[in-house]
């Protein structure tokens, strides 16, 4: 009788494993990492810029476009996004401001008046639809960041879980 009772709670334990595996296996795998550009100082003009980080680091899930900036939520979830952007502001602002659907979301300020390099960094958990859409900017009026082959100024992303 001991033995049946164990041998059933041993199928049970490896009919869940396997229903563990393919839970894992079948789960969208989104995450995206990507670097402004080689090209040194990135400014703004009389209107907001839309960051385009073209340099891939990684786009599990291809999510990131690097022709327009744009991450776009696959699945429904909560992701995590994080970015970092440098400049040499040397008596002047430094912002970024990060969107979703064109709602601004985050907006930092920093203020350099020792001339050295400065960093903004900051990130944000967001529940998305599908479709629903991820960018960075900078504000009009002629704010700049900063980027070279070092990549210091940096866009990340990725789906913590699916809803």
Same mark, same amino acid.
């Given at each position: 009788?001991?033995?049946?009772? &164990?041998?059933?709670?041993?199928?049970?334990?490896?009919?869940?494993?396997? #229903? @563990?595996?393919?839970?894992?296996?079948? &789960?969208?795998?989104?995450? +995206?990492?990507?670097?402004?550009?080689?090209?040194?100082?990135?400014?703004?003009?009389?209107?907001?810029?839309?960051?385009? +980080?073209?340099?891939?680091?990684? #786009?599990?899930? &291809?999510?990131?476009?690097?022709?327009?900036?744009? +991450?776009?939520?696959?699945?429904?979830?909560? /992701?995590?996004?994080?970015?970092?952007?440098? $400049? #040499?502001?040397?008596?002047?602002?430094? $912002?970024?401001?990060?969107?979703?659907?064109?709602?601004?979301? @985050?907006? @930092?300020?920093? /203020?350099?008046?020792?001339?050295?390099?400065?960093?903004?960094?900051?990130?944000?958990? =967001? &529940?998305?639809?599908?479709? $629903?859409?991820? #960018?960075?900017?900078?504000?009009?009026?002629?704010?700049?960041?900063? $980027?070279?082959?070092?990549?210091?100024?940096? +866009?990340?992303?990725? =789906?913590?879980?699916? =809803?």
């Amino acid at each position: 009788m001991e033995t049946a009772a &164990q041998e059933a709670r041993l199928a049970a334990t490896e009919t869940e494993v396997v #229903n @563990l595996k393919k839970e894992i296996t079948e &789960q969208p795998k989104v995450a +995206f990492s990507a670097a402004l550009t080689d090209s040194g100082y990135i400014e703004s003009g009389n209107t907001e810029l839309n960051l385009v +980080f073209t340099k891939i680091i990684t #786009n599990a899930g &291809q999510a990131y476009s690097s022709t327009t900036g744009f +991450f776009t939520a696959p699945v429904r979830g909560v /992701y995590y996004f994080r970015f970092t952007v440098m $400049d #040499n502001p040397s008596s002047r602002y430094m $912002d970024i401001m990060m969107f979703k659907n064109g709602e601004k979301i @985050l907006h @930092l300020h920093e /203020y350099d008046a020792h001339g050295s390099w400065t960093y903004l960094s900051s990130g944000a958990t =967001l &529940q998305l639809e599908v479709g $629903d859409v991820v #960018n960075m900017r900078l504000p009009a009026g002629g704010y700049r960041i900063y $980027d070279s082959s070092g990549n210091h100024s940096t +866009f990340s992303g990725f =789906l913590l879980f699916a =809803l």
